[in-house]
């Protein structure tokens, strides 16, 4: 980069957990800016979590379904010499986090059911029993990785 680095933006904590990560997700969650919205509907499946685990520290499952998406390795393309080489690297903390967030989100999102909350809150039961789509796409990435390990000395 050409200029300096820019200055990271801190997360205000959410009101019911006092968790920044939950408000990173919500940022996530949220569409066309309706922030409230959003909330709502993260605590009304974190409401339907704790009803259908019967758990109380709803919080932590949240968390454990998120650690079980989250990806160590990711395959980038290189073009060496005319051919294209898929190589795998390790992702810096920040895009793990991120790149978890987007999943469980994205994979809600194409859950059957009724209502976001209900989708949101059936993805992260799945998430984290370590089932759900979204942990089969981390499987999916690591497995690419895997099977790519013969080209990770051309590193980025």
């Known amino acids: 980069m050409r200029k300096r680095k820019p200055k990271l933006r801190i997360t205000a904590p959410d009101p019911r957990y006092s968790d920044p990560m939950v408000t990173q997700f919500v940022n996530n969650l949220m569409w066309e800016g309706k922030k409230s919205t959003a909330f709502e509907l993260f605590y009304n499946a974190m409401d339907l979590v704790a009803q259908r685990t019967g758990t109380d520290d709803v919080h932590a499952l949240w968390k454990k379904a998120l650690n079980n998406v989250m990806p160590q390795v990711e395959v980038r393309s290189r073009r060496i010499g005319g051919a294209t080489f898929q190589i795998p690297t390790e992702i810096r ?20 059911g009724k209502g976001m909350a209900d989708r949101l809150a059936a993805e992260v039961i799945a998430a984290s029993k370590g089932e759900g789509a979204a942990v089969k796409r981390k499987e999916d990435m690591h ?8 080209f990770a000395h051309f590193k980025v």
């Open 143 to 150: 497995k690419m990785a895997e099977a790519n390990r013969a």
């Open 93 to 112: 903390a920040k895009r793990k986090v991120s790149i978890g967030m987007k999943w469980l989100i994205k994979f809600a999102r194409q859950r059957s």
